[in-house]
């Protein structure tokens, strides 16, 4: 399955409680929160390009799926980690102690990110 494409995020749960506990400032977290965000996906084989604007902020992250990559994280910082594919339509990885897993079916686009027992959703549809 082929991920490129457009996505807007629809909805998203539990958005502060999980941005609180990865330290951002309440004052980030009041400007995210009712931002749609876009992600932007190009694949080429196991290589990934996503480009995901919220607002004025843009993070750019590239990966090839079972290689090692450094990532820039939802509060700037850049991690290394490695992204691998489960079956043929999701993205799992593990950045610091949060596990992000993508799932895409059909035009929807579904990442968990899950950091103890908080799990933050977000749900982003192709446009």
């Not at 409680?17 to 951002?24: D, E, Q, S």
């Not at 991690?79 to 949060?98: C, Q, R, S, Y």
């Amino acid at each position: 399955m082929n991920f490129t494409g457009k996505y807007q995020l629809q909805h998203q749960d539990n958005f502060e409680p999980f941005m609180k506990a990865i330290g951002l400032s309440d004052d980030l977290i009041q400007k995210g929160k009712d931002i749609k965000s876009v992600s932007e996906i190009v694949q080429n084989g196991k290589h990934f390009k996503l480009t995901i604007t919220t607002g004025s902020k843009v993070i750019q992250n590239e990966f090839t799926l079972g290689e090692e990559c450094e990532l820039e994280s939802m509060t700037g910082e850049k991690i290394k980690t490695v992204v691998n594919m489960e079956g043929d339509n999701k993205l799992v990885t593990t950045i610091k102690n949060v596990k992000s897993v993508t799932e895409l079916n059909g035009d929807t686009i579904t990442n968990t990110m899950t950091l103890g027992d908080i799990v933050f959703k977000r749900v982003s549809k192709r446009i």
